[in-house]
Every structure is written in structure tokens, then in C-alpha cells.
């Protein structure tokens, strides 16, 4: 797993620096981004992780069909996660990437099986149209991640004009008990409110059925 985890920084710290010098160079407006959202609760792929409203803010470095950057969920009751990740997007619908969840509070560089603080995942998507398609996959055990490895996880979306409907099934750290199941259902709208001519705030709503663990959620997010 050390080696994964090398890797992983490797590569992340080589497309930092690559597509950082590339910036410098162009005369265009920065490809760095920043923003944040704040969302009632943080419900992942069915399951819901921490308690009440989560703030979630990502730094991004964008360039042609590649993203680097990080991402973060907080609340008030202590629940953390930083998500260090890069992706490539290509013309034609495909992406390929990978995520580090890392949970602070533990050591970020431990890496073992029984108490490792990050579970690194490798992802792929399709989008056609209105139809998305997504699979990921987790490399490696940890049990400060509750991560067992091998992990996997699977979603069909499709995007019609005033609503979304998504399903997704998965197993291992998705589950109660590890087997593979249907764990998250849903439909999802978004609309804009208009602040002033210049401005606006994005609003999304989901509501969510997790069958497996035979829980509803409706959730409601505010992007800045």
C-alpha cells in the first residue's frame, strides 16, 4: 500500500506542477477555481455521513480534459473528510481518475490495513446525452476509512429537462453488511436564484431512497 499511496502523490504532485508551469505561460484568465457548497446533510452514494448541514468547499485546477484538485466535507459535530483527486475528461464521453479519501484526525501517512486513514479509489465514467454512466473501485484495505478494499460501486443516471433520476448499487463500505445491494435511488432537480443581474446562487434538491439500509433522505444544497 505504500507503494499505492507513492503513486498516487506522485502522479497528483507531477499534474500540480506540469499543469501549473503550463498556466504561467498562458496568457489567459486563471485556471484555478475555488468555491464551496453548503448542503442539509451529506448523503453519499445512499449513505449518510456526519450530522445536520455540511459545508463542503473544492480548489481546482482545470486545463483542457484535466482536473486536479480537492474537495472537503465538514459540520458542526466534528465529521471531516479531504479528498485530494484528479481526472481526465475526453472529448467523446469517456473520464478516467482516481480519489484519495482521507479522513482527518488520523495520521495521513499511515497507510496500513487495520488503521490506514485513506482508501484510494479508482473511477470511470460515460456520458451520452442525457445518460451517465459510473464505476469505482477501492484498492486498498483501511480500517481508519472503514474501507475493506475491493470495493465497489455503480451508478446509472439520466438527466431529463427538469429533473435527474439516478440509481446506484455497490458493496463493501456501502453496505451493512458488505454484500452487494441497491443503496441508492433517487431524483434530483436543481433551479438558480437570481440575486441580481450578475449574479445568481444554484440550488439543488435531492430526495433519496436507500433500500438497503431501508432509509429516505430528502436533501437540499446551496452552491457558492
Same mark, same amino acid.
Given at each position: ?31 484555478? +477555481?475555488? =468555491? !464551496?457548497?453548503?448542503?442539509? %446533510? ?7 455521513? @456526519?450530522?445536520?448541514?455540511?459545508? &463542503? ?74 445518460? +451517465?454512466? =459510473? !464505476?469505482?473501485?477501492?484498492? %486498498? ?7 475493506? @478494499?475491493?470495493?465497489?460501486?455503480? &451508478? ?69
Amino acid at each position: 500500500m505504500k507503494r499505492q499511496w507513492l503513486l498516487f502523490t506522485g502522479v497528483l504532485a507531477g499534474l500540480l506542477i506540469s499543469t501549473g508551469l503550463k498556466a504561467q505561460d498562458e496568457e489567459s484568465p486563471s485556471k484555478f +477555481s475555488a =468555491g !464551496a457548497d453548503l448542503y442539509s %446533510n451529506y448523503i453519499w452514494r445512499g449513505s449518510k455521513l @456526519g450530522t445536520g448541514p455540511a459545508v &463542503q468547499p473544492t480548489v481546482k485546477f482545470v486545463t483542457g480534459g484535466l482536473t486536479v484538485g480537492v474537495w472537503g466535507s465538514f459540520d458542526a459535530h466534528g465529521y471531516a473528510e479531504v479528498d485530494p483527486y484528479f481526472s481526465y475528461a475526453f472529448k467523446f464521453g469517456l473520464s478516467l481518475g482516481m480519489t484519495d479519501y482521507y479522513y482527518p484526525g488520523q495520521e495521513f501517512f499511515d497507510v496500513s490495513d487495520s488503521t490506514g486513514s485513506q482508501a484510494f479509489e479508482i473511477n470511470a465514467g460515460y456520458t451520452i446525452k442525457g445518460l +451517465s454512466l =459510473g !464505476a469505482n473501485y477501492i484498492l %486498498n484495505e483501511a480500517g481508519g476509512a472503514a474501507s475493506v @478494499g475491493g470495493d465497489m460501486y455503480f &451508478q446509472a443516471a439520466y438527466a431529463f429537462k427538469h429533473f435527474n433520476l439516478f440509481m446506484g448499487a455497490g458493496d463493501g463500505w456501502h453496505t451493512s453488511d458488505g454484500d452487494f445491494a441497491l443503496c441508492n435511488v433517487g431524483i434530483g432537480t436543481s433551479k438558480e436564484i437570481k440575486i441580481t443581474d450578475t449574479f445568481s446562487i444554484p440550488v439543488t434538491g435531492q430526495v433519496i431512497l436507500n433500500p438497503e439500509k431501508e432509509q429516505l433522505y430528502v436533501v437540499v444544497g446551496f452552491s457558492f
